[in-house]
Nanobody, 122 residues
Framework: VQLQASGGGLVQAGGSLRLSCAAS????????MGWFRQAPGKEREFVAG???????LYADSVKGRFTISRDNAKNTVYLQMNSLKPEDTAVYYC?????????????????WGQGTQVTVSS
């Protein structure tokens, strides 16, 4: 079972990035998927989640700016990030939970990707 995150990079404040997370070795369509992030010196925090029927949930800090989506045919979950702010700078992780509900805490997730760095300059 593997999750491979990609799409991070350096962007100016106000810009956009799209993260992707490709899954293999699991029945992707039956998993809830989530994005988390961890900034230097801080704990990993929930960013967005999507369940098996594409219901979504967002952290207040990203609501209205980020959009999570999934393509079950491609076993991939996406995070579209718009209007980026310097405080969005972090390593972003995708994760999979064997649950039909949207999971918001770290310990609800079974599989984690390797992380991709997002840096937003002011």
């Amino acid at each position: 079972v593997q999750l491979q995150a990609s799409g991070g990079g350096l962007v100016q404040a106000g810009g956009s990035l799209r993260l992707s997370c490709a899954a293999s070795g699991l029945t992707f369509s039956s998993y809830a998927m989530g994005w988390f992030r961890q900034a230097p010196g801080k704990e990993r925090e929930f960013v967005a989640g999507i369940n098996w029927i594409s219901r979504t949930l967002y952290a207040d800090s990203v609501k209205g700016r980020f959009t999570i989506s999934r393509d079950n045919a491609k076993n991939t979950v996406y995070l579209q990030m718009n209007s980026l702010k310097p405080e969005d700078t972090a390593v972003y992780y995708c994760a999979a939970a064997s649950s039909r509900c949207i999971a918001t805490s770290n310990d609800q997730y079974d599989v984690w990707g390797q992380g991709t760095q997002v840096t937003v300059s002011s």
